[in-house]
């Protein structure tokens, strides 16, 4: 079974600048695929971008990217140039060889973009 | 448009009445997903579906059950619902594969008093 940890429950700052969230995982698959979701004030859950273990390139999608580092099962979300529009909860997720198991998420991280 | 439609968003149901939540995509999608949310607990996945009458059974079935008689729309029932029941229901579509996308709906606010 898998295990998805995102450690930071709020994170707040100032728009225009970064912001990383950490996720960490656990699993026993040699081959595993990681998303990141994004969880609007609406309720509204929406696919950000999603890196493939058997790469080594971090994967960037517009002003989203990860800071993927395998050996720490870390899968780290930075996004650049922040706007008020990205404030919202953010979810970390994977999903094994083992197709049938669907997405095992993490609880969240709520993001806070000021002006 | 890539949708997945979930109706009805909001419900309102007392102890012991059935529920029953319908989900529809357009992707021709094969499998499909019922997940609920709820505060602390994030998202737990319930049933899913590979394709028409092939179920299979989440991290948390009990209480639930699920139909799947076209590819493109997927039941959550929930027979006599309980007040533990309360909770955010979402549905989700997905091609085949473990590296596919889930794409959501918008959920149902579900309230069992």
């Known amino acids: 079974a898998q295990k998805v940890t995102q450690t930071q429950t709020s994170i707040s700052v100032v728009e225009k600048t970064t912001v990383t969230m950490d996720c960490v995982y656990e699993?026993?698959?040699?081959?595993?695929?990681l998303f990141w979701y994004k969880q609007t004030a609406s309720g509204e859950i929406v696919f950000l971008i999603r890196?493939?273990?058997?790469?080594?390139e971090n994967a960037t999608v517009g002003h989203y990217s990860l800071n993927f580092q395998k050996p720490k099962s870390s899968i780290g979300l930075i996004i650049t140039a922040t706007q008020i529009e990205d404030s919202a909860v953010y979810f970390c997720?994977?999903?094994?060889?083992?197709?049938?198991?669907?997405?095992?998420f993490g609880l969240g991280t709520r993001v806070s973009v000021f002006p | 448009d890539m949708k997945v439609t979930q109706m009805p968003r909001y419900l309102i149901k007392r102890m012991g009445e059935n529920v029953l939540l319908e989900c529809g995509q357009d992707?021709?999608?094969?499998?499909m997903y019922w997940y609920r949310q709820d505060p602390g607990l994030g998202l737990q996945l319930i049933y899913i579906?590979?394709?028409?009458?092939?179920?299979s059974e989440g991290d948390i079935p009990k209480g639930y059950r699920v139909s799947r008689k076209k590819r493109e729309h997927f039941s959550l029932i929930l027979d006599s619902a309980k007040t533990n029941q309360t909770s955010v229901y979402f549905c989700?579509?997905?091609?085949?594969?473990?590296?596919?996308?889930?794409?959501f709906g918008a959920g149902t606010r579900l309230s069992v008093l």
């Open positions: 699993t026993r698959d040699s081959s595993y695929f």
């Open positions: 579906s590979y394709d028409v009458d092939s179920n």
């Open positions: 890196q493939d273990s058997y790469k080594k």
């Open positions: 997720a994977m999903r094994g060889n083992n197709y049938a198991q669907g997405l095992t």
């Open positions: 989700a579509s997905s091609l085949g594969g473990s590296q596919n996308t889930l794409y």
């Open positions: 992707m021709s999608h094969e499998t």
